[in-house]
């Protein structure tokens, strides 16, 4: 089971090598005499991750939360935030059924899950909200006509004359027409592709390589956390065969060419919306703070989450690509051992450091 996720500008590259990495190890699958000797997923991410394709997602927008084909791991309504007083409406809404007012769908992306729960594979149970994943909706933000600034999605007008930036943006009334204002809306910054689980179709996994773009803050938490849902036995895919199955091994892929961000802003969110919702909604488990101390935050929760990775016996390799602000120490200790962790210094070495990790894998396979 395998694993390629990775956020950044060195597509042409990634997307060569991640090709013939997959091309190497069908080759190696090939020779083996059990069926389906091979399964890959892929998940890109920058500041979110795009769960859901759009082909999969017309019976998802729906006026309410028990509507036909909405599965249970996703909440519409944000109860979590909800019984946190932390949501980002005034009053319990649907997302999805706010979508549909405005005549948008979804595009697939969603939000990180409250902590603990944002770095465990925890399957998610409508009895508990906050295991739940709440699907992406990007707040419009007051009227920047009206002298709010910075603004950085504002799409609909807020039907109110408050001074109040937060009745403003809060105000679910105002969710009644189109969006305007261009690329604006309530999918602002879902534009990274989809990502692909589990899946022994080759062309599948070349074409989703293909389709990588380069996009937004890196969160690599999120992108993470979404590559051990995949390999998971657990829901919300449950693609994952048990843990301990014998001759079968996990291995997670890890590449990034940037450090964790969450930018802030001088306005009263100190954010923009992304994965981690606004950071007053304390998903990172802080409601501000500097930019060091939001990168600081969101280093240990990654480090906390290669640690419950590992201790599922998941193998885990992780790719630093031209990165040179900060430190590799972080990315070096996230993997199962030293030898793998590669750091790459140009994007043109990419495959040879996936021509690596495949003889790598085999060896592991031939150890098992």
């Avoid at 790719?319 to 602000?325: A, K, N, W």
């Avoid at 750091?343 to 495949?358: G, H, K, P, R």
Wanted: with cysteine.
């Amino acid at each position: 089971h395998l694993l390629t996720v990775m956020a950044g500008n060195k597509i042409a590259n990634l997307k060569t090598a991640g090709k013939n990495l997959v091309d190497t190890l069908s080759a190696a699958a090939a020779r083996v005499a059990e069926p389906n000797p091979i399964k890959i997923s892929v998940v890109p991410f920058s500041q979110a991750v795009r769960v859901q394709s759009t082909t999969a997602l017309t019976s998802y927008v729906t006026a309410t939360h028990s509507g036909p084909g909405i599965p249970t791991w996703l909440d519409p309504q944000g109860r979590a935030h909800v019984a946190n007083g932390r949501d980002t409406f005034d009053v319990q809404s649907d997302r999805f059924g706010l979508m549909k007012q405005m005549g948008v769908s979804w595009n697939g992306c969603v939000e990180s899950r409250q902590q603990p729960y944002d770095i465990q594979e925890t399957a998610p149970d409508e009895a508990t909200p906050a295991t739940q994943f709440v699907p992406y909706f990007a707040p419009d933000e007051p009227d920047s006509a009206d002298g709010f600034w910075p603004v950085y999605n504002d799409y609909r007008d807020d039907g109110t004359g408050s001074s109040s930036w937060s009745t403003r943006q809060k105000r679910s009334a105002k969710y009644s027409g189109a969006p305007s204002g261009g690329s604006a809306g309530p999918n602002l910054g879902c534009d990274m592709a989809p990502m692909l689980r589990l899946s022994t179709n080759m062309t599948s996994v070349k074409a989703t390589i293909d389709a990588f773009v380069a996009t937004g803050n890196t969160n690599i938490p999120m992108g993470l956390v979404w590559g051990w849902h995949t390999l998971s036995p657990n829901a919300p895919f449950a693609d994952g065969v048990a843990y301990g199955t014998p001759k079968v091994r996990k291995i997670i892929i890890l590449m990034t060419d940037g450090q964790n961000t969450s930018s802030v802003t001088s306005n009263t969110n100190q954010s923009t919306y992304s994965g981690l919702g606004y950071i007053w909604q304390n998903l990172l488990g802080m409601t501000s703070g500097s930019s060091a101390a939001r990168t600081t935050r969101m280093d240990e929760r990654l480090s906390a989450l290669c640690s419950n990775i590992k201790a599922r016996d998941i193998t885990i390799y992780t790719v630093r690509v031209e990165d040179t602000s900060g430190s590799s120490t972080l990315l070096r200790n996230c993997a199962s051992s030293p030898d793998k962790f590669y750091d790459v210094q140009t994007a043109s070495q990419l495959n040879a450091t996936f021509e690596a990790i495949a003889g790598s894998i085999d060896d592991l396979r031939i150890s098992k």
